[in-house]
């Protein structure tokens, strides 16, 4: 079943979902309009706003309350996009210049915190306090973890529970707030609230540990970048953590640490412990870890109602952790 | 009456509030909490929770709700002074060492959105979706204004219309949003909504045409930088205006216009257009046009019922106007 298959259930309300991230008519400003226009447009999966989506086709809310909730949704992740982006310098996203590569840095900070404004209005029209609350704690949890890695980086190696906190907040939190948030809007018993929730976090959290692989094992030219880009900006994922686990002694692994404060030599034992985690067991115990997430992620859903969007959101998590680019 | 006389109505609605904004026991990485006690401990007037308290106690609403209300504006206003530092690249902010003088420039900007994302848990404490609304409005346009601003800096001589606008993204739109949120929260008449809006809007207005005054007539020790300083850094305010309406024919000012490209000569022409507007009829006619708009607050509050918080909100706008730091 292909992505496009996947989403003929809720086809209609991505549609919608589009014309709304890119209705600007409201915003005053021509360039910032422009900017927004072409963040929205460049695309990127909808993952998030379809696993809202998703559970409002079984726990039904007002429509466009849902279509508002599944818009904050995408505005969140693309606004913190914006402000990661000029954390990184990053010159590309998505195959188009960053805001940051074309607006000074002061713009590209103010563009983002329009954006949380303009996600802020689109959860402010779901009209639902819980909601609304969610939303406020989520941002919250993504910047924190955020700034905690920027304090952390590469002064040790990470403990697993670091790493699990980190790409909770990178990306886990976001998918949780989809599907609890969703399941909250549509007026779900409390159970199925908190499971809808469990649903979101451990797919979230198989997402991220198959992108932190596939840093390692995709092809370069798929990837646009060279393997290994975390590692050497000083981010350990869970392959090298495994590889440490597996290969504690490992002189390469030994240097990285030494030569925290020399960023030349340092570059060239994170190389070589790229080559070697390639190469190790730790990918294929890395991949058995993000296979056991989207498991649970699929028993979380099991005790709900039977339902196509159901079936339809099991699957979505099943084939996060297939996927190779 | 001092500041302290005109809070007394509002003095235990505001001790509860210092202790909201100094409770930060739910934030989990430390260095976080210590940059958010410092910034709110900092102090500043807290001039826009009060107008919202003072309202409040005109429609009062639930007491936890009103506080949320007003810890939520306070945030919104704090958390914007953070990203406006680092715009600024300001090394002190209320005597005290800015977040990017001592945090990097990343971390900065996360701080300030981690502030937003508090700033958005209070507002939602309020359960009130119309509340929300606002804020969220609220906020994209104290952004908008300041990107326009960032684009447009010392290209042409703006229009006073250009200047409003600014004027009110900066100041007026939070100040109107104090006492239209807490009017609003209260259950007001929407008619009484409104005139409390109004009353904001032209109270901030009032507050900030004298903060512009003031950058030209303070004691330099007073203000703590040099006099001016809006305009050496491009910054065209309603003095500046006035006097341009008065003296069209100014050499400083065609100059100003000329060397707009040339740092050096620019600066000259700046300082001598400073000089002759603070020896110049402008700032009385200013400070006329300040009066009127702080008169303008308080005919809005005249139609609403007779209440000691009405005469201190009445009091505030006129003292605004009066104040000479």
Redesign the interface.
């Known amino acids: 079943m292909t992505t496009q298959d996947r989403f003929t259930l809720i086809r209609p309300d991505l549609d919608r979902l589009e014309a709304k991230l890119r209705d600007v008519s409201d915003?005053?400003?021509p360039?910032?309009a422009t900017v927004i226009t072409q963040l929205v447009s460049a695309g990127g999966k909808r993952l998030r706003p379809a696993v809202a989506l998703l559970v409002n086709q079984m726990y039904p809310a007002d429509a466009e309350r849902a279509l508002s909730l599944a818009a904050a949704v995408e505005m969140l992740h693309t606004a913190s996009l914006v402000?990661d982006d000029?954390?990184d310098e990053a010159a590309l996203r998505r195959g188009h210049p960053t805001v940051n590569a074309v607006w000074?840095?002061?713009?590209t900070?103010?563009?983002?915190?329009?954006m949380?404004?303009?996600a802020?209005?689109y959860?402010?029209?779901t009209?639902?306090?819980e909601v609304?609350?969610l939303?406020?704690?989520t941002?919250?949890v993504?910047?924190?973890g955020?700034?905690?890695q920027?304090?952390n980086r590469a002064e040790t190696l990470p403990t697993r529970d670091d790493y699990y906190a980190r790409i909770y907040g990178k990306t886990a939190a976001l998918f949780a707030l989809a599907a609890q948030a969703a399941a909250a809007l549509g007026d779900a018993p409390a159970e199925s609230v908190g499971r809808l929730r469990d649903y979101g976090y451990h797919f979230g959290m198989a997402f991220q540990v198959m992108d932190d692989i596939l840093d390692f094992t995709a092809d370069e030219k798929t990837l646009g970048k060279p393997v290994g880009g975390d590692l050497r900006e000083g981010i350990v994922t869970l392959p090298v953590l495994i590889y440490a686990e597996q290969t504690p002694d490992a002189p390469a692994l030994r240097r990285l640490w030494e030569y925290r404060a020399d960023g030349v030599n340092r570059l060239a034992a994170a190389d070589e412990v790229v080559a070697a985690v390639r190469d190790s067991a730790a990918i294929e115990a890395a991949r058995a870890e993000a296979r056991a997430m989207a498991a649970r992620a699929e028993a979380a859903l099991a005790a709900l109602p039977a339902a196509p969007a159901r079936d339809i959101l099991a699957d979505l998590a099943a084939t996060a952790v297939s996927r190779q680019d």
């Open positions: 915003v005053t400003y360039p910032l402000h000029f954390i000074s840095p002061i713009a900070v103010r563009a983002g915190d329009y949380f404004g303009r802020a209005s959860v402010a029209e009209e639902n306090p609304v609350r939303f406020a704690d941002l919250q993504i910047v924190a955020e700034l905690r920027l304090f």
